[in-house]
Each structure stands twice: as structure tokens, then as C-alpha cells.
């Protein structure tokens, strides 16, 4: 394991491959789902031992409402298991839980959830979870021009800080590393902002493939990256 000097503040998983692992093995989609969702609890707890304080997952992009009926409904199933019961697990081992994304559309017992996962857990030390549901990268950035304008403030007054400064849960750092499954090279719209200096691992495995031992191995590899900002 990486010294801890070269452990990243915030590490990034997008979850890619839940279908195409179920496919392969002859499963049912939700089965997928399910079975990304086991492997998740892993590599949350192998990130967070090891140091790692934020850890964000892209668990419901805006664009996939337009799956199929039966698909959606099973991810909100794993959601309100999330946010109704496992929330109880999370709290109890330290974790503070925090959702970005917007709340339009989100059924309202999802949301009444949501509302109260976050309230539950906010004195939690161990790791910030940032759940990012109903999420889009781009609508975030849409989302914070717009409370700036609420606020009033000057074009003139307008700064990179300021800007980050009213993001969904601004004190959520940038990202040190994303991790994307699947063998797919692409952000698909996650954390477009946070992302602006990030390293990126792209995996071959599904994600319902992902083990603590994967966890080690991506920290080891950005250990031996050298990090430029633009100097």
C-alpha cells in the first residue's frame, strides 16, 4: 500500500458495467444492480482504510430515467435501500453521507430519505460519501451559476473560488483520481468541474467485479503518478 503522503483526498467511481456483467451471466439486469451494489459496501471500506476522506460514485445520471421501466424501478429499490437501511450500518461505522444531484423528478419518499440520511450521518468522521444521484455534470455547473445569480453577485465578482464555492456541497474537494469500470474512456458527464486536474484509471473488469484488492491496486498506481496542475 501507497505511503500515506500519496493517498488522494477524493477518489471518484463511476460505476459502469452492472448490465453487461448480468448479461454475461445470464441474469436478470436488477441481479446486476444488486450485485454492483455488494461490491460497492467493499470498495467503500478499502478506500476509506486507507485514508481516503471523500469518496464520490456515480450511482444515477439524469439521462437514465430513460431505461427501461423495470430497470429504473430496481435501481430505486437498491436507492431506498441505501437511504432507508443501510444508512443505519453506515452512521453506526462513521461515515458522513451527502447526495448531489438534483431533486426534480425524485420520488418523494426518496427524497424525504435522502433528507434524512444526511441529517442522521453529518457528524460522521470516518469518510464523506458523496451519492451522486440524479446527477449530471453539467446541470451541477448549471445549478451554481444560477445560485449565483440569486445571490446577486457582479459578473465582475465571479471567481473560480466563488464559482466552486456554490456547487451541490461545495466543501466535497476536488478530485484527486476517477476510477471509471467497464474498459469505457469516457467522464459521461460526472464531476465535470472537480474533475478539471483529476488522474483517471480505466478498468477492464465490470463493476460488479471490484474488490478490496482492486482498491489497492488503483492507489498504488496514482502513488506513481506525477502530478502536474498546468506548472
Given at each position: 500500500?501507497?505511503?500515506?503522503a ?19 451471466h ?5 441481479e ?8 460497492l ?26 431505461r ?20 443505519k450500518r453506515?452512521?453506526?461505522?462513521g461515515y ?76 466535497v474537494?476536488?478530485c ?40 489497492s ?15
Amino acid at each position: 500500500m501507497s505511503d500515506q503522503a500519496d493517498i488522494p483526498q477524493h477518489v471518484g467511481y463511476i460505476l459502469d458495467g452492472n448490465r453487461r456483467w448480468a448479461k454475461q451471466h445470464g441474469l436478470p439486469t436488477y441481479e446486476g444492480h444488486l450485485a454492483g451494489y455488494n461490491a460497492l459496501q467493499d470498495v467503500i471500506e478499502a478506500t476509506s482504510d486507507a485514508g481516503v476522506k471523500y469518496i464520490s460514485f456515480y450511482t444515477f445520471s439524469t439521462q437514465n430515467w430513460n431505461r427501461a421501466e423495470d430497470e429504473v424501478r430496481g435501481i430505486m429499490s437498491l436507492i431506498r435501500r441505501l437511504f432507508k437501511s443501510d444508512i443505519k450500518r453506515l452512521v453506526k461505522e462513521g461515515y458522513r453521507v451527502v447526495v448531489m444531484g438534483s431533486r426534480e423528478g425524485v420520488p418523494e419518499d426518496i427524497v424525504g430519505y435522502i433528507e434524512q440520511a444526511e441529517e442522521l450521518s453529518k457528524k460522521g468522521t470516518r469518510a464523506t460519501l458523496a451519492v451522486c444521484f440524479n446527477y449530471g455534470g453539467q446541470e451541477e455547473i448549471v445549478r451554481a451559476a444560477r445560485r449565483l445569480v440569486e445571490q446577486g453577485v457582479s459578473a465582475e465578482d465571479i471567481t473560480i473560488d466563488s464559482f466552486a464555492g456554490v456547487l451541490d456541497h461545495p466543501e466535497v474537494p476536488p478530485c484527486d483520481l476517477v476510477v471509471r469500470t467497464s474498459g469505457e474512456l469516457r467522464l459521461s458527464d460526472y464531476m465535470l468541474w472537480r474533475a478539471a486536474y483529476s488522474e483517471f484509471i480505466f478498468l477492464e473488469k465490470f463493476w460488479p467485479e471490484m474488490t478490496k484488492e482492486d482498491v489497492s491496486v488503483i492507489l498504488d498506481e496514482y502513488s506513481r503518478r506525477g502530478r502536474r496542475f498546468g506548472g
